[in-house]
């Protein structure tokens, strides 16, 4: 392990707190990059960016989603001494079509992996699939919890993959070698439709629990008229496409590639996460 800090941005998101405690749990110096903390880290100032990056040999890269900043961040880190990085992609990057014109995450994601790889130094990609855990602390729980989740999304099935593989994948890319130059696509063991998703967590917690099947349009009409911006609706809609489009449904390897087991299943997520949904 590395006596320079490790570098997590996003490390109070989803996957980048998971990722800072793991690192800590292994003995290692994590320097968490956030608006709040000390340094000061902000995306859209670079003027923060110096003193974050002051002394680290790795870091743990998460976009800021509608901007073209990996680049510069990545250039100004190899001039700084960063040796390592381990960028959080998306999902069908390499996929014509996948993320739809109107995705703002989609030029975000292409643009950052050829940066990473145009870089000089070490790096890593994690692909990952839908995280299991919006359901829990993400964009669907509001929805859960008041018991609908209304989604432009059809029947079809997205394999989750749990938040605590993505961490425990990039881990072993920023503290052990031998995943340098690696792509890991990420994804739970099996697909499962949003109806059967709820279903689950409607088992577990003792809920009653449903999904709604909207089309693009209802669910974009829905979002305004909740006062969201029409772009954002759209947006989202946008992002939801896959699913319904039948692109998410695959599995892939990259867990079992990167840490030689078996992603944990959608079941595993839910029993862990319970207390999230209770009142």
Excluded at 101 to 110: D, K, M, Q, R, W
């Amino acid at each position: 392990m590395t006596k320079h800090p490790i570098l997590v941005t996003g490390g109070t998101g989803k996957s980048g707190s998971r990722v800072v405690s793991q690192l800590r749990a292994q003995g290692a110096s994590v320097r968490v990059a956030s608006r709040s903390g000390e340094p000061q880290f902000d995306w859209l100032d670079r003027a923060t960016w110096d003193s974050a990056l002051e002394g680290v040999k790795a870091v743990y890269l998460v976009p800021i989603d509608g901007e073209l900043l990996t680049r510069p961040f990545i250039e100004r880190a190899v001039h700084l001494g960063v040796e390592r990085v381990v960028l959080l992609s998306g999902r069908g990057v390499d996929v014509p079509g996948y993320s739809g014109e109107a995705n703002i995450a989609g030029a975000t994601h292409v643009d950052g992996e050829s940066a990473v790889r145009d870089s000089g130094i070490t790096w890593t990609i994690l692909r990952p699939a839908w995280f299991a855990q919006n359901f829990s602390e993400g964009i669907f729980l509001d929805a859960v919890l008041a018991g609908e989740l209304r989604l432009p999304a059809g029947d079809g099935a997205a394999s989750f993959v749990d938040a605590e593989d993505i961490a425990a994948v990039a881990v072993a890319a920023l503290a052990e070698d031998g995943h340098g130059g690696q792509t890991y696509e990420l994804s739970g063991p099996r697909a499962l439709t949003i109806a059967e998703a709820i279903a689950e967590i409607s088992q577990a917690t003792g809920r009653d629990l449903r999904y709604v099947p909207l089309s693009p349009e209802e669910f974009v009409a829905e979002l305004t008229g909740q006062g969201w911006p029409s772009a954002e609706a759209e947006d989202y809609a946008e992002a939801v496409s896959p699913i319904r489009r039948g692109m998410d449904s695959y599995i892939s390897d990259g867990v079992q590639r990167a840490l030689g087991r078996q992603p944990r299943d959608f079941s595993d997520y839910v029993k862990a996460s319970v207390g999230a949904w209770r009142d």
